[in-house]
């Protein structure tokens, strides 16, 4: 019974994870047909708009793109909590 509910576990988690990296793809996509648009409008604007030469889509794209980084290294670059990890963390709190 014991591994059928570690299996079960494991399965929830897999299946947690595959959800996450599935969001995090549909999050890439927004990202690149908004940013498109967003450099679509800026480009066929008759007034730019550009800040001390800093076309203002750059803003936009910059810093959601760091967002999407960090949100690819909690999805990707992570490794999982280990058992041990787990045990010396209860280790520690019940000091």
């Keep these: 019974m014991e591994s059928s509910q570690s ?7 897999a299946l947690a994870q595959l959800k996450r990296k599935r ?14 648009l967003l450099w679509v409008i800026w480009l066929l604007s008759d ?14 794209t910059v810093f959601w793109g760091v967002g999407m980084l960090i949100g690819a290294y909690n999805i990707y670059g992570q490794r999982p ?5 787990v045990e010396e963390e209860m280790k520690r709190i019940q000091r």
């Design 7 to 13: 299996s079960s576990g494991i399965r929830d988690q």
């Design 23 to 36: 969001e995090f793809r549909a999050g890439i996509a927004v990202y690149l047909v908004i940013n498109a």
């Design 47 to 60: 007034d730019r708009g550009d800040a001390n030469g800093i076309p203002w889509p750059l803003w936009v």
């Design 81 to 85: 909590i280990s058992d041990a990890e």
